[in-house]
C-alpha cells in the first residue's frame, strides 16, 4: 500500500516561477523525506525533516510538515530546465522502522 | 567516493531463465533494500536485509530471492518464477533514521 501520495501527479511550468509538491501520508511518523530522480537514473535524497521540525530549507529547496494534517510540501523556488525530473516523499512505514514506503511522485517540467 | 554500485545498467533475461543483479556498498550501511519501479509508478520493496546472513521479504518478494553474506552485498536475483520481470530495480542503504542512498538502477527486459 502507498503511504506517501504525491500531488498533483504532474506539473509542467516556466523558468523562473515556482513549483510546490505536497505529500500526504497515513501514519504516524519520525521523519520525512523528499527524493529527486531524474529519467532512468537512481533517486537522489534532498531533505529530510524530522516529526519535530515544521520547515527545512536546502538552497531553493523548501519542506514543510504537519503532523496534524499528515501532510508535507516540497517548494522548488526560481526553478531552472534543470530541475525537470520526478520528485518522491518517502516516510517510514511505522513509527520504529527504517523501512520506506515511498508515494508515486510528481514528474516535474520545467519549460526554458 | 562513498556510494552503492548496481551492476549491469540493462540486463536482458530469456523466458525461464534466472539472472543475478549485483549491488554493493561502500557506506559500511548495515540495512539494504531492494526496489521494483514500473513506468511511472513509485517504488515497491521486494526484499531488506537489516544485518549479515539475515533479511526480509518485503511486498512484492514473489519470484525474487537474495542473500547476505558480506555487508557490503546484496544481490538480487530474479527468478523463472517471476513471470513479468520486466522493470527498473533499484538498491538502497542507509543508516537508522537517516537517508537512503540509491544506485543508479539496473533495468531488465525480458526478450
Known amino acids: 500500500s502507498q503511504q506517501g501520495e504525491e500531488d498533483p501527479q504532474a506539473l509542467s511550468i516556466q523558468e523562473g516561477e515556482n513549483a510546490t509538491m505536497n505529500c500526504s501520508y497515513k501514519?504516524?511518523?519520525?521523519?520525512l523525506q523528499w527524493y529527486r530522480q531524474n529519467s532512468g537514473r537512481g533517486l537522489v535524497h534532498l531533505i529530510l525533516?524530522?516529526?519535530?521540525?515544521r520547515e527545512k530549507h536546502s538552497g531553493r529547496l523548501r519542506v514543510t510538515l504537519d503532523t496534524s494534517k499528515k501532510s508535507s510540501s516540497l517548494l522548488i523556488t526560481a526553478s531552472r530546465a534543470a530541475d525537470t525530473a520526478s520528485y518522491f516523499c518517502?516516510?517510514?512505514?511505522?513509527?520504529?522502522?527504517?523501512?520506506?514506503?515511498f508515494g508515486t511522485g510528481t514528474r516535474l517540467q520545467v519549460f526554458p | 567516493d562513498g556510494g552503492i554500485t548496481q551492476s549491469p545498467k540493462y540486463l536482458f533475461r530469456k523466458e525461464g531463465q534466472n539472472v543475478t543483479l549485483s549491488c554493493e556498498q561502500n557506506?559500511?550501511?548495515?540495512?539494504m533494500y531492494w526496489y521494483r519501479q514500473d513506468p511511472g509508478q513509485g517504488l515497491r520493496l521486494i526484499y531488506y536485509?537489516?544485518?549479515?546472513?539475515?533479511?526480509q521479504k518485503g511486498d512484492i518478494a514473489e519470484g525474487y530471492s537474495v542473500s547476505r553474506e558480506k555487508k557490503e552485498s546484496f544481490p538480487l536475483t530474479v527468478t523463472s518464477a517471476q513471470k513479468n520481470p520486466t522493470a527498473f530495480y533499484l538498491c538502497?542503504?542507509?543508516?537508522?533514521?537517516?537517508?537512503?542512498?540509491f544506485g543508479q538502477g539496473t533495468r531488465l527486459t525480458v526478450v
Open positions: 518517502a516516510t517510514p512505514r511505522s513509527y520504529n522502522t527504517d523501512k520506506l514506503i
Open positions: 501514519t504516524s511518523i519520525n521523519n
Open positions: 525533516i524530522r516529526s519535530n521540525e
Open positions: 557506506l559500511n550501511h548495515d540495512a
Open positions: 536485509s537489516q544485518i549479515v546472513n539475515d533479511f
Open positions: 538502497a542503504s542507509h543508516r537508522t533514521n537517516t537517508e537512503a542512498f
